[in-house]
């Protein structure tokens, strides 16, 4: 038997296509349990129909080896290969997430430097002022809805340490705009989100485009994202062209404001609810000093902190895109056919009680030695995903994260609003559907 014909005898994944067209695609945006519910049904590895195309979902450490290990070879990313024909227009061609092999592997060596040690700690005393005047900011406001703050913050953030500007209201508008189309309906008539996204992506960049050209006429360099972009080179001695440059930078704000949103609000969320662990993090904070500047070395000694957000990123993990298998294959004695779309799940993965004790808990200290859960098996814990796509960001992500918590622990204090839905709502990413209501104060 040749290897086509051992291929054709396999069977395809169990699972059901849904409706015709739509497949399944409504259930997918409407219940934050979809994967786990046909989990359960099927196991690690089954079909849906959805976004339009036929799609097997893997979970577990050993698909995730699978998968990572295979890029290149069996799939192919599938932002680039499979996205809907409106993603494309509006993340644009020029952006890291829609380029494949070599193109991919230089831009994202080019796109590194900004994110090594020596930048992130240039980045330290922007971040933690910007976090400094938005805790001011809600210990005077009292009760805030905190995750539309915190989307205010991160895109914040994410503007003064990759551009260099303040976000505005008429630069955060057209942000807000332009992601609001990467979920609608593709219908380019006047009025639509989509026919209003893709006119804010001109205004953005444009105005990025103008940021550029203003930078390249100065003199000195500035301590952010675009200043290192700037002077990167690769081995050849090339850099980004403008147009490369204007399109990362907006793929760059996209992954650095909504995913570090959804993850901050899960903290927050999941502190209120465990307030021993708060305190923990506290006494920590209390030991290492309170009025101790933060440095990356300081950063490093708070253990315990690290514990903490490396749970909320297990129950929480950012999104991950998807795959498009462009070669037939096997796993697990099932055929994935080329063509199909493949997703993997890492809040899914993360949930394995044969790696993860009680894994419906929050429990930092399964991170700590010698315990470190995490360690049992590779790409068993890949809050960033993994292979060659991993989060170019993580870093990044993590160093706000943990910048924001310690600061926020150290001075502050708040409690649930009683009576609000904390019920998941998916989209954009992971949130609280009342958007998580809370008192906030000062300690002592």
């Known amino acids: ?21 739509i497949g399944e695609t409504l259930s997918f945006l409407r219940d934050p349990n979809f994967i786990q519910r046909r989990q359960q049904q099927h196991g690690n590895i089954y079909k849906t129909h959805v976004f339009g195309r036929p799609t097997v979902v893997m979970i577990g450490a050993e698909a995730n080896r699978f998968l990572f290990s295979n890029e290149n070879r069996y799939f192919s990313d599938g932002v680039s290969a499979s996205a809907p024909r409106h993603v494309k227009l509006l993340m644009g061609t020029g952006a890291i997430v829609m380029q494949t092999g070599d193109k991919h592997l230089q831009q994202r060596k080019l796109l590194a430097q900004a994110f090594q040690p020596r930048s992130l700690a240039g980045y330290i005393n922007t971040m933690a002022a910007t976090t400094c005047n938005y805790l001011d900011k809600w210990e005077h406001t009292g009760n805030l809805n905190w995750y539309d703050e915190l989307r205010k913050y991160t895109l914040d953030v994410a503007c003064k340490l990759l551009i260099g500007i303040e976000a505005n209201n008429d630069f955060g508008k057209l942000y807000e705009n332009w992601g609001q189309g990467l979920l609608s309906i593709p219908l380019p008539l006047p009025g639509t989100k989509f026919s209003k996204a893709l006119r804010c992506r001109k205004l953005l960049l444009a105005k990025i485009e103008a940021i550029i050209l203003e930078r390249q006429q100065q003199s000195t360099t500035k301590q952010d994202v675009l200043g290192l972009l700037l002077q990167a080179r690769d081995e050849e001695g090339h850099g980004l062209s ?27 969320l999941l502190l209120a609810q465990y307030p021993q662990v708060k305190e923990a993090i506290f006494a920590e904070q209390k030991q ?29 993990s950012p999104a991950s895109g998807p795959r498009k298998a462009i070669e037939s294959c096997e796993f697990n004695g099932y055929l994935i056919p080329e063509g199909w779309q493949v997703f993997y799940h890492p809040a899914a993965t993360h949930q394995d009680s044969s790696i993860f004790t009680q894994p419906e808990r929050f429990d930092p200290e399964r991170f700590a030695p010698p315990r470190a859960e995490d360690k049992q098996k590779s790409m068993s814990y890949i809050p960033f995903g993994g292979g060659v796509r991993e989060c170019i960001g993580r870093e990044f992500a993590k160093l706000e994260m943990k910048l924001f918590a310690a600061l926020l622990v150290r001075n502050y204090n708040w409690e649930l609003v009683p009576g609000q839905n904390l019920n998941m709502v998916m989209l954009p990413t992971p949130h609280p559907r009342d958007g998580l209501k809370v008192k906030f104060w000062r300690r002592g």
Do not use: W
Not at 11 to 20: A, K, M, Q
Not at 296 to 316: F, I, N, S
């Open 288 to 316: 290492l000093g309170l009025e101790q500047p933060l440095t990356l070395d300081l950063l490093k000694q708070m253990t315990y902190l690290e514990q903490a957000l490396k749970e909320v990123l297990r129950l929480y």
């Open 242 to 268: 403008l147009q490369e440059l204007k399109e990362q930078l907006l793929t760059l704000l996209f992954a650095g404001h909504d995913t570090l949103s959804s993850s901050l609000t899960a903290l927050c």
């Open 1 to 21: 038997m040749t290897i086509t014909d051992k291929m054709r005898s396999l069977p395809v994944p169990p699972g059901n296509f849904g409706l015709p067209v």
